[in-house]
């Protein structure tokens, strides 16, 4: 027994911890719709700041007014005025885009603002570590003491808001059914505002109550605290509070109770604790009717009609072929400036981005036109690396490597595509990521697949009597991978499978009416964009020779989402724009230093808010942009050179429609 | 032998019966319209005969064949087309890529290895085909315009062209009026007409809208607390008591 309850209250704090965001989630979830993934951030600047502030000398209680009661909920509601407003009818990619984006940009800015410094957690209420009586003779910390009585009193203060004051029944109506609440007279957007900021609270709570458990405040650990408490808010079907704050503490204590029983030593034993909480999000999402698809409506999908997809306008026949030729020139231009101009550096900068544009043709193909969210891309091309780099030790050549990468990742592109078929919208992005996590902590580390952190070798490809070696040969060899894959795609989205991918992005619902089988569709799209990832993913291992599993984290697979649809999910194009202007942008932020070191994940975490209003991306718009001054242009140039009728013959040619706009 | 006949069709949610023992007969070339007041169980006995829901007991049989373990696609395929009540179109799509996409899914759908090397283009059948579906509910001029553009009325024509597809053995229009003014009903009852006339499909019409009913099918189901109650030419169930009482009211 006194084992049992030493290994128990270790887990108290993180249990109270997932609970309070979870509770955040739930209440933002049910009065918008929005997923919101930034609270991981909220948690992370309200720890911060705290600590910031106290180790200033303020006071506990001031720091504590500053950094719970006001500055995160501030951050939520600007959230909420500033963009996910407008987000309300959109669909679940709309909604997760630009939390991701925030969960990415939000810790880069604070680093820039107040430096990269470590900075020591303090803690809230009591000292963390001092002993303050024993339950069955295990000790009670202060860490676990204050977090429980602090979660307890604001949980009991909200189940008293919640059930005799005016505000917490419009809450629960707002809850229930935003639409029928404004019926009634309560305004839905200023409760809805109200909880936000009730959320952020609990997020920021969270992250400065769990904080001094941590040796210092970083941001990875309050990424890891949202996942946990995703997992409890899928315990609870992202609608019941209770089963949500019950799912949280019992994550917790559960973790810790399997991590001491667990033989220690083993892979299994230290990479299952924090794998947990992801298993147990996958679990819940599978098992929970309230994610199935056609049950899993999103709360806010009978308010108004949904946003339109976008759809690139048609333009005029001189200035398609006009922007085409510019474009070939442009990459024309680029091909051989890497090859003949810039120096050897810069050269890898491009492969880089080149075999990176192959990975991101895998989001393309999936979440741009098949309309599914996968968040666990780095993962499949993580498994073609890792693949390619294990049947290199074993004597394979390399160039069959990469091929069977893409082959291995095609089989677990499919293991995983199986159970999220029952699933909709975002349940199938957050399922996705928990596999992401799983590989991270557990299937990536073992000696026969990642090799842990010392990695693996991978060397570059030799075919027949050619050697890809050299920097140049292998830049051509990507090249090659790029246009083969690239131009397979862009066939892919003209095809049959590309028009019923498209439909199925369009409503699943009647893609099935029509006859198309939905979960064959699902299967095949996951499988070809794994198979794209891994030898994208096996082609960098061979780039860079030396690979480790975190390489190939979760935290990328969130970031390439952010970056593509940031830049351009709809297109070709747009994965090889991404690519390229991600690599090179990387290559001139590293001549930065210290607190500008994250600026990348701020362009592209800011760009991703854009996601809203131009969903087909910034470089996308900002093409569409340029190419209706240039029909202007053209029309004008017509008219003036007076030939008859030039205005007829534009309208003709153009198709009258580019959409009605959001 | 009967296009489509269910048997003792049963579903139950929680304590509320949706669909008691329904068993119905279409035969081929007959328009039948299913009718009754709200929580009828019109668009259960629907989903169940589609597949979206599977019934707690009973039959399907579409063709000879028994469907209630289907999947919807696959009975799709055998030749049910259907609309929604709530709208289901494909979003960023024009009416045209509607139909260009249901005709090769109708035929069979595409090889993969075919669309790799470029061969998964439309074909010039199914262009056609998707033309004449356009020219005949009237959608010719917004063929190329993505639906979230049309109104209403119109996205209720998408759905039926699309439905029309193939062509289908059996058409399923759900509550084909809701939401939609004098005029676009009027659309529609013209538009429904034609097809009934160019293309020989009959179809179960689901709705509420008596007058629509009673001017496109020739008889009528009507289902009361999911049985049904009245069964036979539209004239004669109109006035049967009983239908009086439960649909339209005692003392009318």
């Known amino acids: 027994m006194a084992l049992f309850f030493s290994y128990l209250l270790p887990g108290i704090p993180y249990g109270c911890a997932y609970a309070l965001m979870a509770a955040g989630l739930v209440l933002t979830y049910r009065a918008s719709g929005v997923f919101n993934l930034a609270f991981g951030a909220q948690a992370y600047v309200s720890a911060l700041l705290f600590s910031i502030a106290v180790q200033h000398g303020w006071p506990v209680w001031a720091a504590f007014v500053m950094a719970v009661v006001l500055a995160s909920p501030a951050l939520g509601l600007a959230m909420e005025r500033l963009l996910f407003r407008y987000t309300r009818t959109s669909g679940p990619l709309v909604k997760l885009v630009p939390a991701l984006g925030l969960l990415i940009a939000i810790p880069s800015v604070t680093q820039m603002i107040i430096g990269t410094a470590t900075r020591l957690p303090s803690p809230l209420v009591l000292q963390p570590w001092q002993v303050y009586f024993h339950i069955a003779s295990t000790a009670v910390s202060g860490e676990e003491l204050s977090t429980t009585v602090v979660t307890v009193v604001v949980v009991g203060a909200l189940a008293v808001v919640m059930r005799s004051r005016a505000v917490g029944l419009r809450m629960r109506s707002v809850v229930e059914s935003p639409r029928m609440a404004e019926l009634a007279g309560v305004r839905a957007d200023r409760t809805s505002a109200g909880a936000w900021a009730l959320s952020s609270l609990f997020a920021g709570l969270a992250g400065v109550l769990l904080a001094p458990i941590y040796s210092q405040v970083s941001s990875s650990d309050f990424t890891a605290l949202l996942v946990a408490a995703i997992a409890a808010a899928a315990i609870g079907g992202f609608e019941s509070l209770p089963l949500t704050l019950a799912g949280g503490i019992g994550l917790g204590v559960a973790q810790e109770l399997i991590a001491g029983y667990l033989p220690s030593g083993s892979i299994l034993s230290s990479g299952l604790r924090p794998a947990f909480p992801f298993a147990v999000l996958a679990v819940a999402l599978v098992a929970r009717r309230t994610f199935r698809r056609g049950a899993a409506r999103d709360p806010m999908a009978s308010c108004d009609p949904p946003a339109p997809a976008f759809r690139p306008p048609a333009r005029m026949t001189e200035v398609a072929v006009g922007s085409r030729v510019f474009s070939a020139v442009v990459a024309s231009l680029l091909v051989a400036a890497t090859l003949a101009l810039v120096p050897g550096n810069w050269e890898f900068v491009f492969t880089f981005g080149i075999v990176l544009s192959i990975v991101f043709l895998s989001i393309t193909l999936l979440t741009g036109m098949g309309g599914q969210i996968s968040l666990c891309q780095a993962t499949f091309a993580g498994a073609g690396a890792l693949t390619a780099g294990q049947l290199a030790m074993h004597a394979v050549p390399i160039g069959l490597g990469i091929l069977l990468g893409g082959v291995l990742a095609a089989a677990l592109g499919a293991v995983v595509a199986l159970p999220t078929l029952r699933l909709g919208g975002i349940a199938v992005g957050l399922l996705t990521l928990s596999f992401a996590l799983l590989a991270d902590n557990v299937l990536f580390l073992y000696p026969w697949s990642g090799n842990g952190a010392s990695g693996l070798t991978v060397p570059r490809p030799q075919v027949g009597g050619v050697s890809f070696a050299g920097s140049s040969a292998f830049f051509w060899l990507a090249l090659g991978f790029l246009v083969v894959l690239g131009v397979a795609v862009k066939l892919l989205q003209g095809g049959t499978t590309g028009r019923e991918l498209a439909a199925l992005r369009g409503s699943e619902r009647a893609a099935a009416a029509v006859g198309i089988d939905v979960r064959r569709l699902r299967i095949v799209a996951f499988t070809l964009s794994a198979a794209i990832a891994g030898v994208g993913g096996a082609l960098y291992g061979s780039l860079v020779q030396s690979i480790s599993p975190n390489d190939f984290n979760y935290q990328f697979s969130l970031v390439y989402v952010v970056v593509v649809a940031a830049v351009g999910v709809y297109s070709v194009a747009g994965a090889v724009e991404a690519g390229v202007l991600y690599a090179v942008l990387m290559q001139l932020v590293s001549t930065m230093s210290g607190r500008f070191s994250s600026l990348l994940a701020l362009i592209f975490g800011l760009a991703a808010l854009t996601y809203v209003r131009h969903p087909e991306g910034v470089v996308a718009y900002g093409k569409s942009w340029v190419l209706d001054r240039a029909e202007q242009l053209t029309r004008h140039l017509q008219r003036g050179a007076g030939r008859p009728g030039g205005l007829a013959t534009v309208g003709g040619r153009r198709r009258q429609h580019s959409g009605t706009g959001s | ?252």
């Open chain 2, 1 to 252: 032998m009967a296009l489509l006949e269910t048997a003792g069709l049963t579903k139950r949610f929680g304590r509320v019966v949706a669909l008691s023992d329904v068993s119905l007969r279409i035969d081929h070339g007959e328009a039948v319209g299913v009718v009754g007041p709200n929580g009828a169980g019109k668009t259960t006995l629907f989903d169940c005969i589609l597949g979206v829901q599977t019934p707690d007991a009973g039959s399907v049989v579409f063709a000879g064949r028994r469907v209630d373990r289907l999947p919807t696609f696959r009975r799709s395929l055998l030749g049910i087309g259907r609309t929604f009540q709530r709208l289901e179109l494909f979003s960023g799509m024009t009416p045209r890529e509607h139909l260009l996409v249901t005709a090769r899914v109708r035929a069979g759908g595409g090889r993969l290895w075919k669309d790799g090397v470029g061969l998964g283009r439309p074909l010039p059948a199914e262009r056609r085909e998707a033309g004449e579906l356009l020219d005949l509910v009237g959608l010719t001029e917004v063929a190329d315009v993505p639906v979230e553009a049309l109104s209403l009325g119109r996205c209720r024509l998408v759905e039926l062209a699309r439905a029309l597809v193939g062509p289908p053995r059996l058409l399923m229009l759900d509550e084909p009026s809701s939401g939609l003014d004098e005029g676009e009903r009027a659309t529609l009852v013209s538009v429904i007409g034609r097809v009934r006339q160019e293309r020989g499909v009959v179809g179960v019409v689901v709705e509420h809208d008596l007058e629509l009913v009673t001017t496109v099918v020739d008889r009528l189901v009507v289902l009361d607390v999911g049985r049904v109650i009245a069964d036979g030419p539209a004239a004669a169930v109109l006035a049967d008591p009983v239908v009086r009482r439960a649909y339209l009211g005692a003392g009318r």
